[in-house]
Nanobody, 126 residues
């Protein structure tokens, strides 16, 4: 099993940058593909970025391409989301998630994730 704890959220202004981190428990972290999801008020949860267990493959939603970067440090059991040029549409609770199984390729759907953090709130003021 994997336990996930997000950090780094906060209130920023449009155009600012923010770095989200997700600390994972367990040596098996390196075998799980990971993703960042977000959920804005009144909207469905969406995947904004994902990375496979090896770190070789990544996915970005069109809305964040060129602004967000996902990375992982398997030795440090950490998943990171670097966010630049934030705008009000990025306001949401951001969740770190791990796939239900180990050695699974990229997953970008909520139903494919088996482990979730509690989320961290990002608020972008315009």
């Amino acid at each position: 099993q994997v336990q996930l704890v997000e950090s780094g959220g906060g209130l920023v202004q449009a155009g600012d940058s923010l770095r989200l981190s997700c600390a994972a428990s367990g040596r098996t972290f390196k075998y799980y593909s990971m993703a960042w999801f977000r959920q804005a008020p009144g909207k469905e949860r969406e995947c904004v970025a994902a990375i496979d267990w090896s770190g070789d493959s990544t996915y970005y939603a069109d809305s964040v391409k060129g602004r967000f970067t996902i990375s992982r440090d398997n030795a440090g059991y950490t998943l990171v989301l670097e966010m630049k040029n934030l705008n009000s549409d990025d306001t949401a609770v951001y969740y770190c998630a791990a796939t239900a199984g180990m050695g699974v390729d990229l997953v970008t759907t909520s139903s494919g994730m088996g482990y979730w953090g509690k989320g961290t709130l990002v608020t972008v003021s315009s």
